[in-house]
């Protein structure tokens, strides 16, 4: 590689239009100016952290770190919607998107982009399990896929989506999710 490609590959990780950020075992080990900047750190407060700082609650990573490990495995790809936190505490919805190194291991080293959605989808007051719900309808999973990824009945997830239809006067789910996208329905 000559150190003009080199140079090319350093400027397209730095600016690219998307955060870019490398993780082994969920910690940060390098990310793009981009990436800090959406989430309102500088570079060097970010490197060596655990991912959890960058969710709205320690619960809420809880709850969703294993969502991707096994798309991850079997076909070392990974993307969703979601919410996450800035460092001053506001929440924001992005497009995330993982690549694994280690099909074995999916998230012993990893590559992930994060897109901030916020101009486009405004975050509207959800609690963690609305998100979760809401995340995974917009995925197109099932009540029963819901259910068994969050380890609660397919009946609590039916619950969980009626309420989300009434609180958003929703319709149906594309109703709902066009809402929570600032869409019109």
Sequence with gaps: MTD???TLRELAFEHAPVGIVL??????RA?????????????????DQLFVILYPS??????????GVEPLRT????????IMAR???????CRVRGHSFTREEPLARAVWTFADLSASRPVMRLTTRERQIVMHLGEGRTSKEIARLLSISPRTVEAHRARLLKKFHAANVAELLASLSG???
């Design 23 to 28: 993780t082994e075992n969920r910690v940060i």
């Design 58 to 67: 320690f619960e809420e990573f809880v709850r969703i770190r294993d969502v």
């Design 31 to 47: 990310c793009n100016i981009t990436f800090a900047e959406m989430f309102g750190y500088a570079r060097h407060e970010l490197v």
């Design 183 to 185: 869409m019109p329905h």
């Design 87 to 93: 460092k001053d505490k506001s929440l924001f919805w």
């Design 4 to 6: 003009r490609e080199d």
């Design 75 to 82: 076909t070392n790809r990974y993307s969703d919607e979601r």
